[in-house]
């Protein structure tokens, strides 16, 4: 079955320090992982997907196949990081549907 | 242009009456999904057009529910006989082929 599982629903971290947003996922085929995210008041919206292997807002996210893990990562958090971070994965890449995980609520505190 | 746009933002609605939820999709997005973000459950995945083809329509959770795209743009999401668990934020979005989805803002439907 396709299943993304996100284990944490809220995470706190301090201003400065490193985040670290968990993410796994079932599939048997090969297929595009995504972190989407979604501020307070607007839409959601793609952070990054595993294929470009790009940095956005200093947030990178290693796809390991071995341990279906997408963990989502920034070295240094900032109080403009608070929000909902939903990991995802798309069965057929982009031109597909998109499952989501139920997401994680990352608070940085000043 | 102005993204992907949904009417109404907010429904309220009693129980066992039909709703509709109006989806604009981005000019030219030849790709057209809804999704349903409620507490606890998350985002679900309901419904998928592309071009003329038929939809994927493995999402929907029962047969209350369907979705229509007329012209290959507006998509209307049809809700009969609502009930109170159908209450959730009701997402459309929209993609050019092979390109990222962009979402709208959502319809808050509120089910008493």
């Known amino acids: 079955a396709q299943r993304v599982t996100q284990p944490e629903k809220l995470l706190s971290v301090f201003k400065g320090a490193p985040v670290e947003l968990k993410c796994n996922y079932s599939?048997?085929?090969?297929?595009?992982l995504f972190w989407y995210v979604q501020y307070s008041r607007q839409r959601l919206q793609l952070l990054l997907r595993h294929i470009s292997r790009e940095s956005i807002k200093g947030f990178t996210a290693d796809l390991n196949k071995g341990e279906t893990s997408f963990h989502l990562k920034k070295p240094f958090a900032q109080e403009e990081d608070s929000a909902m971070y939903y990991c995802a994965l798309s069965p057929a890449g982009r031109d597909d549907k998109i499952i989501f995980g139920k997401g994680t609520r990352l608070h940085i505190l000043p | 242009g102005a993204g992907v746009s949904q009417s109404p933002s907010n429904k309220v609605t009693e129980k066992g009456k039909d709703v509709e939820l109006r989806c604009d999709p981005i000019?030219?997005?030849?790709?057209l999904y809804w999704y349903r973000q409620s507490l606890g459950q998350g985002l679900e995945f309901l419904i998928y057009f592309q071009g003329n083809s038929a939809p994927d329509k493995s999402g929907l959770p029962s047969d209350r529910f369907s979705a229509e795209r007329t012209g290959g743009s507006v998509s209307t999401l049809t809700i009969q006989r609502t009930q109170q668990e159908d209450s959730a934020v009701y997402l459309c979005?929209?993609?050019?082929?092979?390109?990222?989805?962009?979402f709208g803002p959502g319809t808050r439907l509120t089910v008493l």
């Open positions: 979005a929209s993609s050019a082929l092979g390109q990222e989805q962009f």
């Open positions: 599939y048997s085929g090969s297929p595009e």
């Open positions: 000019s030219g997005h030849t790709a």
